[in-house]
């Protein structure tokens, strides 16, 4: 059984400021998949990163960062210097590598105020 | 631009009749797509898995009967809500998996039931 993780619900901050969403995941599978989607208000997903469960190496792509710790089973995101256009909901998701069926966390929903 | 479009992006609809949304893969064919549904506030629920030119999976819990599905080309799949109640009222995307880059599904703009 596979199992994702968002604890925090809703994280609220001011432009500018940095903003770390939490992910947890269960699997028994050791090898396997993680995602980050971003859901803004129009709904639609937005792929964000895909990362290998045996590629350890945290990854960064302008402003957003990735922590991939299998030791922890966490694959935590970071926003940096955050910007209104980054108000979503963000949601962290898990496959087996042969199976495409995703598992999503329940999202976190960050606003950003100017 | 868009990989997936969905269409319609809203319905209202009475009880008891039957709604048809179109899922379109728009830059590669696509032997598998997904139905989710979200409703407000939570996470996405899969529905079930579209395969061309195969009845679709299930998943636990999803009535085949209720929720119809089509995937009859590489690039269309439909989902007909059949009967539909005010419970149906949700938010319904799809996604397709990229045959060059399996391991990324992309995702529909999403399409909002609502049922009086």
């Known amino acids: 059984a596979q199992k994702v993780t968002q604890a925090q619900t809703e994280i609220s901050v001011v432009e500018k400021e940095d903003v770390t969403l939490d992910c947890v995941y269960e699997?028994?599978?050791?090898?396997?998949?993680l995602f980050w989607y971003k859901q803004p208000p129009s709904g639609e997903l937005v792929f964000l990163i895909r990362?290998?469960?045996?590629?350890?190496q945290n990854e960064i792509s302008g402003r957003y960062s990735w922590n991939f710790q299998k030791s922890t089973s966490s694959f935590n995101f970071t926003i940096t210097a955050s910007q209104v256009v980054d108000s979503a909901v963000y949601f962290c998701?898990?496959?087996?590598?042969?199976?495409?069926?995703?598992?999503f966390g329940a999202g976190t929903t960050v606003t950003v105020r100017a | 631009g868009a990989v997936v479009s969905q269409h319609p992006s809203w319905v209202i609809c009475k009880s008891g009749t039957s709604v048809k949304i179109e899922c379109r893969s728009l830059?590669?064919?696509?032997?598998?797509m997904f139905w989710y549904r979200q409703f407000p506030k939570q996470s996405l629920m899969l529905m079930a898995t579209?395969?061309?030119?195969?009845?679709?999976?299930?998943e636990q819990g999803v009535e085949k009967d209720k929720f119809l599905i089509n995937h009859a080309s590489l690039t269309l799949s439909t989902l007909t809500v059949t009967s539909a109640h005010p419970e149906d009222s949700s938010f319904y995307i799809c996604?397709?998996?990229?045959?060059?880059?399996?391991?990324?599904?992309?995702f529909g703009p999403g399409t909002r039931l609502t049922v009086l």
């Open positions: 996604s397709v998996l990229s045959s060059g880059s399996p391991d990324t599904q992309y």
């Open positions: 699997t028994r599978d050791t090898t396997y998949y």
């Open positions: 990362r290998n469960s045996f590629d350890e």
């Open positions: 830059d590669f064919q696509a032997t598998t």
């Open positions: 579209s395969n061309e030119g195969s009845k679709a999976t299930y």
């Open positions: 998701a898990l496959r087996q590598v042969n199976d495409y069926k995703l598992s």
